[in-house]
């Protein structure tokens, strides 16, 4: 944390909250779901203040594997209502998020045509992981129909296909040999989760005046109606009074709740863990597929192309929210071993990992169920004992954001006696909005919104969407000067702080951008960004080194890096 004698005075946005001490819905929580259920309140034209003790999409939302999927292994959980509402969600951004949305196809390696039958049934009624055994191609086919049949949808991704061994060969020539088929079906990947949730949480602020959002700001008691918060970069605590507050925590719910004056258990949640590497043969392998699987253990896990990288992951392992989560070196030689299952001639080091990262997933207290098994659908409990209603969501997952926001916006509509007034089903979110689909017309886009952004207008354009246009108007109305190898610039730099709510390093270098995921987080990269940041966030050069500080050990402790300490000369 950064010492508050470091920062800088108490922000605008901040102070304003302060002053009011009224709003209408309080909602704890800036995460995926809670930014979706703030947006859907505002659109309704409801007051809410949303609070975050982090920057935005931080926590669970941050450590995804990138994808925006139906679910398919649900089915084996009997999940068919979340299998359907996935499948649906997924359609549904494919259309209104186009800018970081995107089908992707998805392979299956299988080794037999059989196994797997006899113990289906049995994980299916008691929801326990038994002794792990790969799913044939018997029991994957009769999944994949099951699939296709919730994903009618005008087409909006095509059916999956079944080939053997020769041609699966033939169209990803470095797959084991051993395999006897693969299947292909399609999900969608989602390119900048945080910047997706970025967008959600601006279309929320453009919908209502009474609608406002604070990063770095915690919920730390509660006193009858009144929520008592921290800003964590002035060390101010004020109180904000509202008619209803909403715990949208994720792993953190119960410790939330706690802090509020409520005792409950509802969470339990697990850690996944990923790496990212730098590693072009294995790129090249994967033909721009996922390459999704059952390893030897049981577990689901992935080999997936994202920005000129390479994303591996995923485990599911027991975790408590109080303890930071890590990618360890166990985990890192899991990984290893999966890529060495599906592509066993092509070596894997350590040296070719540029990123790791680890979240909780805010699953619900399982008891002994096996991690894997437990639900991943999600419930609401309202709690309406003290002097405000509180509302705890339990569960949730990226994709069926949309829905659930509706469906907490719904809870909290009810409990104000209000009704609803706009849906977002079908509702373009941010940049996505005349989002250009095809090649043909993103030249015509760049042409017209982008001109003469040249090499970064297909950068400006992929991280922003349609918004773009407004950035590079910006860009263009003042001195401009490459940051971090042409990654970044001084003008967009100074559009995201006054635009987009940056308030340390590490919401550059993580979020607003993708300097960290694929490897440019290196010690001349963050100098150089935290020197363009300090005058545009009024440091002293007590907060500028306190901030190349702490970014360099959340690098270094929580991603796998080794950045070195300046020499201060």
Known sequence: MIDSTHSSAERANVSAIRESGRTSVLVIGGGINGISTFRDLALQGVDAVLVERGDFASGASAASSH?????????????????????????????????????????????????????????????????????????????????????????????????????????????????????????????????????????????????????YVEAIARDGDKVILRDRESGTEFSVQADVVVNTSGPWTDLTNDALGLDTQFMGGTKGSHIVLDHPELLEATQGREIFFEHSDGRIVLIYPLKGRVLVGTTDIDADPSETPVCTEEEVDYFFDLVDHVFPSIPVDRDQIVYKFSGIRPLPRHEDTAPGFVSRDYRVEVDEKGAVPLVSLVGGKWTTFRALGESMSNIVLGLLDRTRTVSTAGRAIGGGREFPRTEKAKRIWIQENLPGADSRAEQLLARYGTRAAQVWEYVEQGS??????????????????????????EDVVLRRTSIAFTGGANAETLDEIAAALAPLLGWDESRHEAELDQTRQLLNERHGLDIPSRTRG
Do not use: C
């Open 67 to 215: 994808m925006i999927h139906g679910g398919i292994r649900y089915l084996e959980n009997g999940e068919f209502r979340l299998v359907r509402e996935s499948v649906e969600e997924r359609n549904g951004l494919l259309k209104i998020a186009p800018h970081y949305v995107k089908p992707l196809q998805t392979t299956i390696p299988i080794y037999s045509t059989f196994s797997g039958i006899l113990a289906a049934p049995l994980r299916f009624l008691t929801h326990k992981s038994g002794k792990p055994q790969e799913r044939g191609a018997f029991l994957i086919k009769i999944g994949l129909i099951i699939y296709d049949t919730f994903s009618r949808d005008g087409g909006t991704v095509p059916r999956h296909h079944f080939v053997g061994r020769k041609k699966s060969l033939a169209e990803l020539p470095s797959l084991d040999p051993k395999i006897k088929y693969t299947a292909t079906y399609y999900d969608a990947s989602m390119h900048d989760p945080e910047r997706l949730a970025l967008d959600v949480l601006q279309d929320g602020l453009a919908a209502h005046p009474g609608a406002h959002a604070l990063n």
């Open 480 to 505: 401009d000067a490459p940051l971090a190898d042409g990654d970044l610039s001084t003008r967009e730099l100074e559009w995201m702080v006054q635009n987009e709510m940056v308030t340390r390093l």
